[in-house]
């Protein structure tokens, strides 16, 4: 379990957009058991934003959202029904 927590810990010393970059670039570099959970919880967070719509602007939600998309899309091929999930809800939402 410490292991799979160190793989999803961001480094705090880097900028936000550095730390965005990296989870998109090691995301196809950790164990199974890893992406999986990365996986869930970027369906989780963009369910959360979509359904809640934190105090963001329009613009900071869709960066965000295209964030998520592309880490999403560094891990497809890991878990087919969370993958399945995450597609129908950007499906349903209104463009």
Not at 40 to 57: E, F, H, S
Request: net charge negative.
């Amino acid at each position: 379990v410490a292991q799979i927590v160190l793989e999803l810990t961001d480094d705090p010393s880097l900028s936000e957009s550095a730390r965005r970059r990296a989870q998109i670039d090691k995301a196809r570099h950790m164990s199974p058991a890893a992406q999986v959970i990365k996986l869930a919880d970027k369906l989780a967070n963009i369910r959360d934003v979509l359904r809640y719509q934190p105090d963001w602007t329009v613009e900071e939600r869709r960066a965000y959202i295209a964030w998520g998309v592309e880490v999403v899309d560094a891990l497809r091929g890991i878990n087919p029904l969370l993958e399945m999930a995450f597609d129908e809800l950007l499906a349903n939402q209104p463009k």
